[in-house]
């Protein structure tokens, strides 16, 4: 993540600064795509009842969309620093604050799935244990 101080598009050309920008958007994009992918794998694991699986799968997930984050982030104070750093609209980086957020709201959604299939695991074996005396 950026430093508070530091401002890389000091001295950028227009040119410059719009790919500087499209990198950083491509950055939270694959970030995104890949804790999606995790997030998916989670789910996948939580179908199988491989909840340790799951909750390895979830942690790496969290610390993939972070460093989305943290990229998002530091454009968002850049902008609000203004001159230089300011952003303007640029329909890519919409795009992938909006990837990011989605991928936020798949994270928390199987991180649920979890909870909730691993209380039905334990109410099933406590049946289990129970028919079975």
Known sequence: MLEEEENPMLGMSEAEKTEYIV????GIIMA????????AQARDAIAESRFDDARDL?????????EGHNIQTAM???DIRGGDEKLGYHVLFAHAQDTLMTIQVEIN???SMLKQAE????????LEDKLAN
Do not use: F, N, P, W
């Open 119 to 126: 209380a039905y695991e334990t109410r099933l074996k406590a």
């Open 58 to 66: 979830l942690k790496r997930a969290d610390k993939t969309q972070v």
């Open 76 to 78: 968002i104070q850049g």
């Open 109 to 111: 959604l199987t991180k």
């Open 32 to 39: 995104s795509g890949d804790a999606r992918t995790l997030a």
């Open 23 to 26: 990198e950083q958007a491509m």
